[in-house]
């Protein structure tokens, strides 16, 4: 990519986008594109077609997504698999025909089978049945997958697709019914600690094993495997690290500086029992994720205890 270059960010207001147009900014990416849902809907074919028409964007990071936590996804199926599938479909096929030269296209590790061996190689993908509870938005990113395949394989359209392990950092989601677990812990921890409340409640037996890679690495790595990765293979991006749901709670108590009980509500769900990644691939590429867990998660709280009020 050129500095020059005309670069859209879709999804420039979520977590991703926004980590991925600060990182493009701090590179001295002087053309940056961005339009917000309400200027642009990407449900909407003829508005995304007319866009690309008009500002014929030479890359594409499609970070736009409907995305959300395990009650989120339990609570609106048909909004996860119809919005994106429209979305990307909408976005890959005007990137295709009004000339982008690269597209990087943002899948997510619940695409793998819920009971693949671990850590989760590339390959495992379409080798079983999925985890139910997210199952509609992972078929609308494994259709986002093939699709970009497909589009290489037709028209040698350059597509490349990235599988971000969970993500976390300034930016998230902190409502408790949508959000995923650690902005939810950090807001109940916190809300716990302000109220001086005894305990604090976890969801599941806390025995599930999360990954977790702070936005500001992935936007690293979005944007060196734009400029340093063209191949149709799938490249997972995550630390190559795990904890449990209880490890990753006694972590945001000790981080917030909450002195109360964790209780376990074992009447939600736990989700699959574990995703790790293999990131034999991506280290191979020559990128490694940089931000320990327990910095992030310090800065993410430190963000949180900033924003909150907006909120
Ligand atoms: P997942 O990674 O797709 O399963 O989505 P989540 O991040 O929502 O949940 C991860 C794990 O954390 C699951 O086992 C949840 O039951 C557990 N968990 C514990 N407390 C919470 C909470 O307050 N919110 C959410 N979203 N998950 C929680």
Known sequence: MEKDSKIYVAGHRGLVGSAILRRLQAAGFTRLLTRTRSQLDLRDQAAVDAFFAAERPDYVFLAAAKVGGI?????????????????????????????????LFLGSSCIYPRLAPQPLKEEYLLTGPLEETNQWYAIAKIAGIKMVQAYRRQYGFRGISLMPTNLY???????LQTSHVL??????????????????VVWGTGAPRREFLHVDDLADAALFLMEHYDGEEIINVGVGEDLTIRELAELIKEVVGYRGDIVFDTSKPDGTPR??????????????????????LAQTYAWYLEHQAEG
């Open 71 to 103: 009650l989120a996804n339990a609570t609106y199926p048909a909004a996860f698999i119809y919005d994106n599938l429209e979305i990307q479909n909408h976005v890959i096929h005007a990137a295709y025909r009004y000339g982008t030269q690269k597209l």
């Open 169 to 175: 950092g300034p930016g998230d989601n902190f409502d």
């Open 183 to 200: 902005p939810a812990l950090l807001r109940k921890f916190h809300e716990a600690k302000v109220d001086a409340a005894p305990r604090v």
């Open 275 to 296: 995703k790790l990644l293999d990131v034999s691939r991506l280290h191979q590429l020559g990128w490694r994720a940089k931000i320990p867990l327990r910095e992030g």
